[in-house]
Nanobody, 128 residues
Framework: QVRFVESGGGSVQAGGSLTLSCEDSRSPDNIGPMAWFRQSPGKEREGVAAIDIDGSTSIANSVRGRFSISHAKTNTKYTMSLLMNNLKPEDTAMYYC????????????????????WGQGIPVTVSA
């Protein structure tokens, strides 16, 4: 069973920074590509950033240069992070941690529909 613990969301003024974290309950050996998605009210969910097990990353054009994704692994623990700098009001959304099956190789740009497992979401609000 895939289970995520997401943390780090909140409210910030425009120009500020936040870091989101997602801890995956699975053994790191069973983890494939991971990603962050976001969804604003009235908009479709969009992929923001993805990272493969080898550390290769993809960042969506809408946030490139401001957001970065990383991960940290031990023998028993996997954590993915999203560093968001120079936040804008249009970055306001619910952010979701997601995982693709272990056998998937992250494409560049990612095939966002390969991510099948989802966290509960964490809110990010950016005020002008």
């Amino acid at each position: 069973q895939v289970r995520f613990v997401e943390s780090g969301g909140g409210s910030v003024q425009a120009g500020g920074s936040l870091t989101l974290s997602c801890e995956d309950s699975r053994s790191p050996d069973n983890i494939g590509p991971m990603a962050w998605f976001r969804q604003s009210p009235g908009k479709e969910r969009e992929g923001v950033a993805a990272i493969d097990i080898d550390g290769s990353t993809s960042i969506a054009n809408s946030v490139r240069g401001r957001f970065s994704i990383s991960h940290a692994k031990t023998n028993t623990k996997y954590t993915m992070s999203l560093l968001m700098n120079n936040l804008k009001p249009e970055d306001t959304a619910m952010y979701y941690c997601a995982a693709a099956p272990r056998w998937v190789i992250l494409a560049h740009p990612p095939k966002w529909n390969t991510f099948e497992y989802w966290g509960q979401g964490i809110p990010v609000t950016v005020s002008a």
